[in-house]
C-alpha cells in the first residue's frame, strides 16, 4: 500500500508535505493543475469540492477563482488536514467514499490522483456525482499507472521492478475506467486528455528516486540502476507514465 494511502501510519508524514510542495513547483504539474482548473468552469459565488486535498494548495488557488464563493477541501488524512487549515481554508478530515455532504451541494467537484490509493474508486467518483449539482463539472486527474515504462536496462529486470511498483497501489488502473464510469453514472460531455509525465535525462535526485520508487529503499545492486546510469549517458533512458484528465457534466 503506498505511503499516500495511510499517511497518518508512517512515521515520517512530514516528508509528504515536502513532495506535494516540490512536486506542485514543477512547470509539468502547475501548468496541468491550471489545466483541469479551468476545466471545472469556476466562476464567482460557486461552492466547490477538492476531494483528497493535500495541503490545500489547489483549492486556495480554486477559491481565488471564485471570488464571493466558497471552496471545501476534504482529506482522508488528520494530518494533511492540520497542514492544510494551518495554511488557511476550509478543510475537513472525510472519507472519499463516504462525503459528508446532501446532494447537488456543489457547482463542482475535483480530485487529483487520488483514486488509485482507494479500494473502491468508482464509489468515490459515484460520491462526487451525488453531491454535485445539476449541470456542475467534475473534473479528475489520475495516473494509469500500469502505463508506467522504464527503458535503458534489462527489460525482465525492470519489468520485475515496475510490477511490483504498480502493485504498491491499491486500483492502479483506477484512470482508463473513468471514461466507462462518467458515462454510467449518466454523466454528460465527457473528454479525456492523456499528458505524459517523463524524463530522458539523469539529473542529480534520478537515483534517489528511482530507488524509493522502485526498489522501496532497499540497497539493492543488481546492476539495474548501472545499466540506467550507462543508458542515460548514451540517450536510451526513459521514463514515463500516462495520465488521464477527464471532464464532465452533470446532466441538468
Known sequence: MSGYAAIDQTPDPGRYIERLD?????PFWSALKR????????RPGHVMLEVGCGTGEDARELARLVPGGRVVGIDSSAFMIAEACRRGGDFQV?????LPFADASFDGCRSERVLHHLERPRQAL????????PGARIVV?????????IRGADPLVTQVHVQARIEHFRSPTAARYLPKWCCQLGLLDVTVDMPVLSFSTWREDTEAF?????????????GWLASLRHAAREGRFYHGVSLLLVAARKAP
Do not use: I, N
Open 94 to 98: 472525510a472519507d472519499a467514499g463516504q
Open 22 to 26: 516540490e512536486m506542485r513547483s514543477t
Open 141 to 149: 486527474l489520475e495516473p494509469d499507472l500500469a502505463t508506467l515504462e
Open 35 to 42: 489545466r483541469s482548473l479551468r476545466l471545472l468552469e469556476p
Open 126 to 133: 459515484a460520491e462526487m456525482v451525488r453531491v454535485a449539482r
Open 210 to 222: 528511482l530507488t524509493a520508487k522502485y526498489l522501496q529503499g532497499r540497497q539493492v545492486e543488481d
